[in-house]
């Protein structure tokens, strides 16, 4: 079983090295937000801790895990989008969106 | 059945994670492809659901209702000038959930659990512990750090190196004892403390300009610790998130320590700036500079044909993105090309730059890496420098004493002209005299950026 786990490691950090490597420095700062958001994953883990009813202390370190990690999946996923959402590439007329100081 | 659909949407989700991060090699597939992977977190937290350990729902519910009420203004409301202080919080956030499934994973295999874990089991939580805490409280330094709620210059004092190396020494001892006997619960968290104090000392000495690679590198430690969770609880999707992560946060502090010129220990235990570099500013300069009006600096760009404009921390710090791009408009409707030159490490964290001249609409082909466009400078008219120092300062190729020689830099000073703007002459981060601002083609437009910028603006209207 850990021998499988190795091996799932070992491979998805490879693919991780592969993709990654290719992103452009441009989208350097939403690759890392991504990143953080998908390790929002975590709550799977943390779901069951606070679920599983194994008595107060794991219950209660469970569900501030469960907060914690929800928080990196919302903020994270939604920081990106809004980041991603900005850089477009055609030259527009933004006379509506200029923000004057 | 019920473990199979569970274990089903897993691999669901791991293939959208893995094409959600492959679609940000695209930017105009990016969105769509990061949306993607929302969807497959919003599949595998609904498998998990469907897990029999589950008997009770309401503490789950009320931590994702509480998560999301915290994590929505954070996504949301927070401005892209403070991204990386959010990132950096965020890393703390998830090292914290890593940490406390660990500890709870600990905890209750003695109270009321098997009372025994297996020692590859026992190894794998105390990655998770170590990592985990030691990214929880070094993320949070970062943060403090970087919000200018901590002092961002580096505190160091004698023998730093040797007492964090002791302690680092002791986590480890510790974490073989837990190991060999994991009832031995006061080593266990005597390790969750020490590692937490060690993440604390040895961010504290570390620079605000290194911030890029600290913050990657924490992001590595906390994918680590995820994957440990993942072996511990024997978790698959952990383990290829954890990975995934794990790889992505080292590769992009070995990018942004190359674009220093430095290696990893140089960054974690060098303390870049401080004693180092005060020797180096004890010269003192006498060398002249040429300072130049608003007017002046205004008709230079006004008649300009190619203009290349290099952003730094110092633009994000004044807040002059949207000037920035006001102006680089102006120039254009008058005929001329503006380029911008983005070097790795400007600003805080990987691709700051890139992002604050995105939100103020810059599109995004005209934003260029330090190796596409540094041919360009010597057919350059005006090079417009915002408060940039370091990546443009010629002693990085030139001045072999120089502590900076070899970091590869933007080849600002091979342009016909250069405007510097930029608060006073107070040296940048590494305390290094800048040949540049004394060069027979360098004028200097002393102020605030943004305000500069905006007399630029107007200037260049009436010119």
Known sequence: ?101 | MRETITQLTYLAASILFILGLRSLTRPDKARRGMQLAAVGMLLALCGTLMNHQIVDYRWIAGGLVLGTIIGYPLGMWVPTTALPQRIAMSLSFGALAATLVGVAEYYSAFHGGEGHIGAAKMTAIGFEVLLGSLTVTGALIAAGKLQEWVPSQPMTYRGQNLVNFAMFAAALVLFAMVVLDPTRSTAFYTMIGLAALLGVLMVMPIGGADMPVVVALLNSYCGLAAAATGFALGNSILIICGALDGASGFLLAILMSKAMNRSFANVLFGAFGGETAAAAVGGGSALPVRSVSAEDAAIQLAYAQRVIIVPGYGMAVAQAQHAVRELAELIEKRGGEVKYAIHPVAGRMPGHMNVLLAEANVPYDKLYDMDEINSEFPQTDVALVIGANDVVNPAAREDKSSPIYGMPILDVDHAKSVIVLKRGMAAGFAGIENALFHAPATSMLFGDAKSSLTKLVSEVKSA
Not at chain 1, 85 to 98: G, L, N, V, Y
């Open chain 1, 1 to 101: 079983m850990l021998i499988l786990e190795l091996y799932v490691f070992v491979l998805a950090a490879f693919v991780g090295f592969v993709v990654i490597t290719r992103v452009p420095p441009l989208l350097h700062t939403p690759l890392m937000s991504a990143t953080n958001a998908i390790s929002g994953i975590s709550l799977v883990g943390s779901m069951v801790a606070a679920g599983a009813n194994r008595g107060t202390v794991s219950t209660a370190l469970g569900f501030i895990a469960v907060v914690c990690a929800t928080t990196n999946v919302v903020g994270g996923f939604l920081i990106t989008d809004r980041m991603l959402k900005m850089f477009r590439r055609e030259p527009h007329d933004d006379a509506s969106k200029t923000r004057k100081q």
